[in-house]
Structures are given as C-alpha cells and as structure tokens.
C-alpha cells in the first residue's frame, strides 16, 4: 500500500502506528485494533484524545486511552463470559486498505484481518474510515456480506482529554440512564452534568451533538448511526487497581462513547455506518 505525503508508518514497542502530519491536524493511529491514539488540529494545537501513560504496546492487550474499536458487542459477551470483553477486533492486526489527499485533509481505511470469531453469528465486512482534517471523523462501516440477516453492538469507545475531572461538565444529554455502578438501575440524567465519583452510565438516547466543558475549553463531539452514548469514567479506587493506568489517570480523562448497545440488525448486503466526528 502507497502512503500519501502526509502519512508514514513508525513503530513503538511491538507494534505499528501510522502517523499523519498535514496542513490542518497530526494524528496516530495504531494498527493494532485500529486504534486512534492522537487528534490534534493546528488551529489550537489542543490534543483532543488522552491516552494512560501507563497503556501497554505489546500487541496483545487492547491500548488503554485514544478511541478503541468495540466490535461486534459492547462490554461483556450476553451468552459467554469467557469472551473479551467488547469483542475481538482491537486485538487484531488492521491492514491499511487505502490512503487518500484531498483538499480537507487525509483519508485512512482500515480493515481487520478478520471479522469471524467465536461469539458472532454473521458474515461480516468490518470498515473504518478516518478523514484527519480541522476536525476528525470516525466511520465504521458494518457491511453484511451474506443472505440472511444478523444483529451486534458495537462502539467508538473514545477517550477523551480534559485538564480536571472535578471541573468538568457534559452537555446535551437529557434522558435517563442505566447505571452500572448501582445494579443496572435507572436515574435521570443530572443537570448540570458534572463528575465527583466513579461513572459508567449508558444513555439511551440519540443526541446529535455533546460538548465536554472543561475550563472554558470546549470540546464537541457529532454522532450518528447510534442509539447510546456510554460515558465511563473509572474514579480513584478502579484507576489505582489497573496496571495500564496511574494512581490519579482518572482526573485528566472522560470517556463519551457513540454507541449501538441495543442490538442492531443489519440486512443481507446491506451496511450500518456508525460515525463520530471530533471538534
């Protein structure tokens, strides 16, 4: 595969990174799980993405921070505990199908080696298309290939970066939500939306556009073919029990995830497209 001007590939650890440097923004992307790793347009310089300090590229556990794939469920396996945890395509080897210039900025698509594995009825093709430019949008394209229908849940389960958990607000969600924390029960979305113990929540609901307010700084997040957002963030406790993160990783991050939780079902040769653009 031909890489245009802007992209080049480097290497960290064990694995791969495509590293994209053009008029408008510089972007990572690991090829392992076909994971973004770094947005940052030039017009402010502002990294949008966090990713742990502590996150391992060893090219067998999924990369803590950027925007991992979770494909073709979301969290745990619904009929096998045993499975990954948010499916297996973010611990697989993504080739570079394509590499594109245009007049906005630079277009990535990706592929995983494969789309078949234990837990997953269908025949599938699994797509992400990346465009870096003044802004960065995400498009994952699932593409039934066979003649009879199937259903998954999937996510851009992205991280992002923000200066101080505890000034931080969430705007544009105003339904209620099931709360993991507290046994799946239901609660109504605060208002404001701010942050002071461990969150992981997913929100029925498809907003169009969020913003993350951190500081007077504003970060906007676009979603569409979703039916959730999913907003996580781990709190002290679970932050200092993992190896891939710091004692205090949870102060600088806040997961809003453009999500399918509810099961979608794609038609013989047909494709769902999830999307999220980054502002």
């Not at 080897?93 to 594109?100: A, C, K, P, V």
């Not at 039934?144 to 200066?163: D, E, R, V």
Request: proline fraction near 4%; hydrophobic fraction near 35%.
């Amino acid at each position: 595969m031909l890489l245009t001007d802007s992209t080049k590939i480097i290497t960290r650890d064990n694995i791969q990174l495509l590293h994209i440097d053009n008029a408008f923004a510089s972007a990572e992307i690991s090829l392992f799980g076909g994971h973004i790793l770094s947005f940052k347009p030039k017009y402010d310089g502002r990294e949008r993405l966090w990713v742990s300090q502590n996150a391992l590229f060893d090219g067998k556990k999924p990369i803590r921070g950027g925007i991992p794939i979770c494909w073709p469920w979301f969290g745990g396996h619904s009929g096998n505990t045993d499975l990954p945890a948010h499916g297996y395509v973010r611990a697989q080897n993504w080739d570079i199908l394509n590499t594109e210039e245009s007049d906005t900025g630079t277009t990535i698509t990706l592929k995983p080696q494969t789309t078949a594995g234990e837990g997953f009825e269908g025949n599938a093709q699994l797509t992400l298309v990346v465009h870096v430019g003044q802004q960065l949008r995400i498009q994952l394209l699932t593409s039934n290939l066979g003649n009879t229908p199937f259903t998954f849940n999937c996510a851009l389960h992205s991280y992002f970066a923000i200066a101080d958990i505890k000034h931080c607000e969430l705007l544009g969600l105003s339904k209620q939500y099931s709360d993991k924390t507290r046994s799946l029960q239901m609660f109504d979305t605060p208002q404001p939306y701010c942050f002071s113990e461990e969150t992981d929540r997913v929100h029925i609901e498809q907003p169009k556009t969020l913003s993350i307010i951190d500081k007077q700084i504003k970060t906007r997040i676009l979603s569409s073919g979703h039916d959730s957002i999913v907003v996580w963030n781990p709190w002290q406790d679970k932050s200092s029990s993992m190896d891939d993160m710091a004692d205090d990783s949870y102060l600088t991050m806040l997961c809003v995830e453009t999500a399918v939780t509810q099961w979608q079902e794609v038609a013989p040769q047909a494709t769902h497209t999830l999307e999220q653009v980054i502002k």
